[in-house]
Nanobody
Framework: QVQFVESGGGLVQPGGSLSLSCAASGSIFRLIVMGWYRQAPGKQREFVALITSGEFTNYADSVKGRFTISRDNAKNTVYLQMNSLKPEDTAVYYC??????????WGQGTQVTVSS
């Protein structure tokens, strides 16, 4: 099981930007599909974006055109660039492998708050 540590969250005004980072352990990072997920208070965790080992990407409709996922295999890191942020983007953001399921183990995530 690869371990992940998220960072980069914070408070930002609507329309602003944030960049999240996810540092991973393990020598197989370059071979696995990585994803970003988020969970708002009182809501279920939801898919945000994924990137394959070949750097093909997929996004949830709610963030398409605003968020960009990328990876640096040499640094064992995956990124999420978030632009044009909306209050409904407020959530704890997590990174993990993709796909995920009932047995997936989650880290602490990083808090993103979009508010004026």
């Amino acid at each position: 099981q690869v371990q992940f540590v998220e960072s980069g969250g914070g408070l930002v005004q609507p329309g602003g930007s944030l960049s999240l980072s996810c540092a991973a352990s393990g020598s197989i990072f370059r071979l696995i599909v990585m994803g970003w997920y988020r969970q708002a208070p009182g809501k279920q965790r939801e898919f945000v974006a994924l990137i394959t080992s070949g750097e093909f990407t997929n996004y949830a409709d709610s963030v398409k055109g605003r968020f960009t996922i990328s990876r640096d295999n040499a640094k064992n890191t995956v990124y999420l660039q978030m632009n044009s942020l909306k209050p409904e983007d407020t959530a704890v953001y997590y990174c993990n492998t993709a796909p995920v399921g009932a047995t997936t183990r989650w880290g602490q995530g990083t808090q993103v708050t979009v508010s004026s």
